[in-house]
Protein backbone atom coordinates (compact mmCIF):
# COMPACT_ATOMS: atom_id res chain seq x y z
CA UNK A 1 0.00 0.00 0.00
CA UNK A 2 1.27 3.27 -0.89
CA UNK A 3 -0.13 6.80 -0.12
CA UNK A 4 0.69 10.45 -1.16
CA UNK A 5 0.07 13.12 0.77
CA UNK A 6 0.09 16.38 -0.61
CA UNK A 7 0.11 20.14 0.64
CA UNK A 8 0.53 23.79 -0.37
CA UNK A 9 -2.56 24.35 -2.51
CA UNK A 10 -4.61 27.72 -1.69
CA UNK A 11 -6.03 31.00 -3.10
CA UNK A 12 -3.48 33.30 -4.27
CA UNK A 13 -3.12 36.31 -6.25
CA UNK A 14 -1.93 36.71 -9.74
CA UNK A 15 2.04 37.28 -9.52
CA UNK A 16 1.91 35.30 -6.02
CA UNK A 17 3.55 32.35 -5.19
CA UNK A 18 2.81 28.75 -4.02
CA UNK A 19 4.85 25.83 -2.89
CA UNK A 20 3.13 22.32 -3.33
CA UNK A 21 4.41 19.24 -1.37
CA UNK A 22 3.89 15.38 -1.66
CA UNK A 23 5.09 13.38 1.08
CA UNK A 24 5.42 9.61 -0.75
CA UNK A 25 5.00 6.49 1.93
CA UNK A 26 3.91 2.78 2.32
CA UNK A 27 5.54 -0.10 0.01
CA UNK A 28 7.81 2.24 -1.82
CA UNK A 29 11.24 0.14 -2.35
CA UNK A 30 12.40 3.32 -5.51
CA UNK A 31 11.10 5.50 -6.77
CA UNK A 32 12.40 6.63 -10.02
CA UNK A 33 10.36 9.95 -11.33
CA UNK A 34 8.57 12.18 -9.23
CA UNK A 35 6.67 15.21 -10.99
CA UNK A 36 3.52 17.19 -10.85
CA UNK A 37 0.29 17.66 -13.23
CA UNK A 38 -2.53 19.62 -13.66
CA UNK A 39 -5.83 19.53 -14.77
CA UNK A 40 -8.19 22.87 -15.21
CA UNK A 41 -11.96 22.56 -15.14
CA UNK A 42 -12.98 21.38 -18.66
CA UNK A 43 -9.41 20.33 -20.05
CA UNK A 44 -7.31 17.29 -19.79
CA UNK A 45 -4.58 16.48 -17.29
CA UNK A 46 -1.28 18.35 -18.19
CA UNK A 47 1.90 17.55 -17.31
CA UNK A 48 3.57 20.64 -15.74
CA UNK A 49 7.13 19.02 -14.68
CA UNK A 50 8.64 16.01 -13.23
CA UNK A 51 12.13 15.42 -12.08
CA UNK A 52 14.02 12.09 -12.13
CA UNK A 53 16.19 10.37 -9.15
CA UNK A 54 19.20 11.54 -10.36
CA UNK A 55 18.11 15.32 -10.31
CA UNK A 56 16.74 15.54 -13.81
CA UNK A 57 14.07 18.03 -14.46
CA UNK A 58 11.64 18.28 -17.21
CA UNK A 59 9.34 21.44 -17.55
CA UNK A 60 5.89 22.51 -19.63
CA UNK A 61 6.59 24.93 -21.68
CA UNK A 62 3.92 27.23 -19.74
CA UNK A 63 5.74 26.83 -16.41
CA UNK A 64 9.51 27.46 -17.73
CA UNK A 65 10.96 29.88 -15.63
CA UNK A 66 8.28 30.34 -12.90
CA UNK A 67 7.96 26.82 -11.49
CA UNK A 68 11.01 25.05 -10.21
CA UNK A 69 10.19 21.11 -8.73
CA UNK A 70 13.09 19.46 -6.48
CA UNK A 71 13.06 16.79 -4.18
CA UNK A 72 14.14 14.93 -1.55
CA UNK A 73 15.38 11.27 -2.09
CA UNK A 74 15.58 10.65 1.77
CA UNK A 75 12.11 11.32 2.55
CA UNK A 76 10.85 10.36 -0.79
CA UNK A 77 9.02 13.89 -1.00
CA UNK A 78 8.73 16.42 -4.21
CA UNK A 79 8.43 20.04 -3.98
CA UNK A 80 7.00 22.28 -6.92
CA UNK A 81 7.53 26.13 -6.16
CA UNK A 82 5.66 27.73 -8.03
CA UNK A 83 6.38 31.73 -8.44
CA UNK A 84 4.42 34.93 -10.63
CA UNK A 85 1.51 33.03 -10.74
CA UNK A 86 -1.08 33.56 -13.10
CA UNK A 87 -4.76 32.83 -13.54
CA UNK A 88 -4.33 30.21 -16.11
CA UNK A 89 -2.42 28.42 -13.73
CA UNK A 90 -5.38 27.55 -11.96
CA UNK A 91 -6.22 23.83 -11.69
CA UNK A 92 -6.13 21.00 -9.58
CA UNK A 93 -2.59 19.57 -9.39
CA UNK A 94 -1.63 15.75 -8.71
CA UNK A 95 1.47 14.53 -7.59
CA UNK A 96 2.80 11.64 -9.45
CA UNK A 97 5.51 8.66 -8.58
CA UNK A 98 7.23 6.11 -10.67
CA UNK A 99 8.02 3.53 -9.33
CA UNK A 100 7.65 -0.07 -9.61
CA UNK A 101 4.22 0.86 -10.14
CA UNK A 102 2.67 4.37 -11.19
CA UNK A 103 0.98 6.31 -8.19
CA UNK A 104 -0.90 9.37 -7.63
CA UNK A 105 -1.84 11.76 -5.40
CA UNK A 106 -5.29 13.11 -4.34
CA UNK A 107 -4.83 16.66 -6.02
CA UNK A 108 -4.69 19.69 -4.44
CA UNK A 109 -6.04 22.94 -5.71
CA UNK A 110 -4.63 25.85 -7.00
CA UNK A 111 -6.71 29.24 -7.69
CA UNK A 112 -5.13 32.29 -8.77
CA UNK A 113 -7.66 35.07 -8.79
CA UNK A 114 -7.47 38.72 -7.77
Known amino acids: QVQLVESGGGLVQPGGSLRLSCAAS????????MGWYRQAPGKQRELVAT???????NYADAVKGRFTISRDNAKNTVYLQMNSLKPEDTAVYYCNVDGINTYWGQGTQVTVSS
Open 26 to 33: GSIFIIYR
Open 51 to 57: ITRSGSR
